[in-house]
């Protein structure tokens, strides 16, 4: 598949999952009872897939980027900046999911601050690379460059979008499937 292809690709199920987040998210701001484990989940599934595959070979594609384009230095670099950004924000709302999921009593505005926190950042995050990067980087990188993107980590299935899914994202790839 074309890199850029896969790159947009990802970012589209990172946006769904983000959406699925939201959803639970409304639901505790409206004083319901989200679905903890599906939360969970969901940052699992990004600190997992999106921190350890996806931002890695992006750091690698910013930073041939960079090369090729002075101009995109400075925005290459906040990016790159953000994803340990998003890493931090995803530890620190996970730690709170898991401590309500054992019975630990904790502040609602805690738990609303961190989970806003991380879906506005991400939200933006990946808008800021769908806008200003992916159509440069497909006009300015070589095949060279993209196999040094792809060889930035080694190659893993994707556990939860891929042809190998993992069993235990049954009850998350339903409810993207009820998003959608
Ligand atoms: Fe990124
Ligand atoms: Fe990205």
């Known amino acids: 598949m074309d890199p850029v292809v896969a790159w947009h690709a990802e970012h589209a199920y990172f946006n769904q999952l983000l959406r699925v987040l939201l ?4 639901l505790f701001h409206g004083g319901g009872q989200p679905n903890y484990e599906l939360m969970q989940d969901i940052i699992s599934y990004l600190t997992d897939y999106s921190d350890r595959v996806h931002h890695p070979r992006e750091d690698v594609a910013f930073a041939r980027l960079a090369l090729r384009c002075p101009d995109m230095k ?4 906040r990016l790159e900046q953000e994803h340990r950004v998003i890493a931090q ?9 898991q401590a309500v999921i054992g019975g630990a009593v904790i502040q609602r505005a805690e738990l609303e601050v961190a989970a806003a926190t991380y879906l506005v950042y ?5 808008a800021k690379e769908e806008e200003d990067v992916l159509a440069r ?3 300015e990188l ?3 460059d993209w196999e040094a993107v792809r060889k930035a980590v080694p190659a893993i299935s ?10 235990r994202y049954r009850e998350l790839r339903r409810q993207i499937a009820l998003e959608s």
């Open 142 to 144: 070589t095949a060279q």
């Open 89 to 97: 924000a995803g530890q620190a709302l996970s730690k709170l999911i």
């Open 23 to 26: 959803r639970q998210v409304d």
């Open 74 to 77: 400075l925005p290459l670099a």
């Open 158 to 167: 994707d556990p939860l979008f891929g042809p190998d899914a993992a069993e």
């Open 137 to 139: 980087a497909a006009k």
């Open 122 to 126: 991400y939200g933006n995050h990946i």
